[in-house]
């Protein structure tokens, strides 16, 4: 069996989709027919642009070949972001020229990578097996300017009905994201396989808990310290949040943020504004170092801006904290608050973008760690990706598995 399969981030970058399709790829090597083949086109690290890996162009090793992409210099403005993908989508033409595949797996946020996907599975007329992590046409609405997203609403609402009706299997990594796609799309089979936790982090879970003070207002020697590591745009609105609720906890809470994205400048000049001097910002770093910082850390923090798309998603960041046992406090709302509620204890929720609601849900705390492991046994990145390894391979096995050649149908 012959797979190809398409993600924009690969290892070593720093992203989810990174994480979640390195551990896919380790998972259909497991499965797969002997002699079996996987092709993988990427691109080179480009998440961050204050973080850099060396990764070569192109890796071989036993069963799979990775093609990584270079792409031009940009930022995190759509027309950077377009130029990029379009040189992305070139190289993966020029790549599948004159290849054949038994099945394409494309593993997308902002849809594009699906629509790339879907393209190259129709022209080879092999199945197409969608794992998307984002709903793209639901959250434009609230993150681009109001005239904007009217005008480009309609046509990428039809390029996403295009996309998803040529799914032979659509994957979503959050069961709040079943019900948008079930009531467009009722036709096309859906599976829910969620993002997991790495080895990494299952190496470092504790498995008992450690004695702490009985609650954030407890009298923990010098201050808390809140950590963030992640991305920093307009899904996440750290730039609303983080300004208010440090200059309210000033004298007993710092927040150490690490990372970079389209709303630095923005949560920059929030905090200087705010006067706020418990506010440490840090560039990205590697893994193995993040998972350090993690663990020195008092409460790990995670917050979404106040959009109604985010209600259904499911952050990929919530899997690596509740592994680590420490205080969650995250500022979310919908699908990801009931998570965390049902599944990480010592956990305190709030509601996005309120900094009152923050500092109340903060004093509800116990500042110590604590043993997550009927959480961690559930939800192992590797168990997950096995399934849905196996899930893609019993797809093409079937029989029944034939590339979609419906014409264009307007939403």
């Known amino acids: ?9 690969f290892q070593p970058d ?7 399709n390195t551990a896919f790829v380790e998972s259909l090597l497991q499965v797969l027919p002997h002699g079996s083949e996987i092709d993988v086109v990427t691109t080179l690290p480009n998440r961050y642009s204050g973080f850099s890996a060396e990764a070569p162009e192109e890796e071989i090793r036993q069963g799979v070949t990775i093609k990584r992409v270079e792409l031009p210099a940009h930022k995190s403005g759509m027309v950077d972001q377009s130029r990029a993908f379009l040189s992305y989508a070139q190289a993966v033409t020029r790549f599948v020229r004159g290849r054949e595949y038994d099945v394409i797996y494309a593993s997308s946020s902002r849809l594009m990578t699906a629509v790339l996907g879907a393209l190259v599975a129709r022209k080879l007329r092999v199945p197409l097996y969608l794992d998307i992590r984002d709903i793209f046409v639901d959250t434009i609405k609230d993150v681009l300017p109001r005239k904007l997203a009217w005008l480009m609403k309609p046509l990428f609402s039809a390029i996403e009905r295009w996309t998803i009706t040529r799914a032979n299997r659509l994957n979503v990594v959050s069961a709040g994201f079943l019900p948008y796609f079930e009531a467009r799309y009722p036709n096309v089979p859906k599976v829910a396989f969620t993002n997991g936790i790495d080895d990494e982090f299952l190496r470092v879970a504790p498995s008992t808990s450690t004695n702490g003070v009985e609650n954030a207002k407890g009298s923990k020697a010098g201050v808390v310290e809140v950590v963030y590591a992640g991305n920093m745009g307009e899904g996440q609105g750290l730039h609303r949040i983080v300004p208010g609720l440090a ?8 927040f150490r943020l690490i990372g970079g ?3 630095l400048k923005e949560l920059e000049d929030a905090i200087t504004e705010a006067d706020c001097t418990n506010v440490v910002l840090e560039s990205p770093v590697a893994r193995k170092e993040l998972i350090e910082i993690y663990q020195k850390a008092d409460v790990l923090f995670l917050h979404l801006n106040d959009y109604d798309a985010f209600h259904k998603v499911l952050p990929s960041k919530l899997f690596e904290y509740g ?9 979310v709302g919908g699908y990801a608050a ?5 599944n990480l204890n010592n956990s305190a929720v709030f509601s996005p973008c309120d900094s009152v609601g923050g500092v109340e849900a903060f004093e ?7 043993s997550r492991s009927e959480f961690v046994h559930r939800f192992s990145r590797m168990a997950i990706m096995d399934e849905m390894a196996e899930d893609l391979v019993a797809l093409v096995n079937s029989g029944t598995a034939e590339a979609r050649s419906q014409p264009w149908e307007q939403p």
Do not use: H, N, Q
Not at 14 to 20: D, I, P, T, V
Not at 247 to 254: A, P, W
């Open 14 to 20: 720093l992203s989810a989709g990174s994480f979640r």
């Open 338 to 342: 009931t998570f965390i509620e049902e």
């Open 364 to 370: 509800t705390l116990c500042i110590e760690d604590r």
């Open 323 to 331: 592994a680590l046992g420490k205080p969650i406090w995250a500022g």
């Open 261 to 263: 994205g389209g709303r």
């Open 247 to 254: 200059k309210k906890l000033e004298g007993r809470v710092v």
């Open 1 to 9: 069996m012959k797979v190809l399969l398409l993600s924009f981030y």
